[in-house]
């Protein structure tokens, strides 16, 4: 059974890329554009196995999503990779 990935960045670029790069070796994406979004996702039900989470990004952030991740036991079971390009250049 494919795995299925969430991937969370601001960035529409980012989001295709990775989603198709992803996809290219049998995972299943889904996507959101900031931590509200993806937040919204986990509640209505979508569980993903990880997700792939920006730092830097409008609406909520990826910090404040980890910190709501903490509060919920669901949402923190889930392993969660940082990507971001903060600091470089």
Excluded: C, W
Aim: avoid cysteine.
């Amino acid at each position: 059974m494919p795995r299925l990935l969430l991937i969370v960045d601001d960035e529409p670029q980012v989001l295709t890329a990775v989603s198709e790069a992803l996809e290219e070796h049998g995972y299943l994406t889904v996507t959101a554009r900031n931590g509200r979004e993806a937040l919204d996702l986990v509640r209505r039900g979508i569980k993903p196995n990880a997700i792939l989470l920006d730092l830097m990004m409008p609406i909520m952030d990826g910090e404040t999503f980890l910190a709501h991740r903490q509060e919920e036991a669901a949402l923190a079971q889930i392993p969660v990779v940082v990507l971001t390009a903060a600091g470089l250049s």
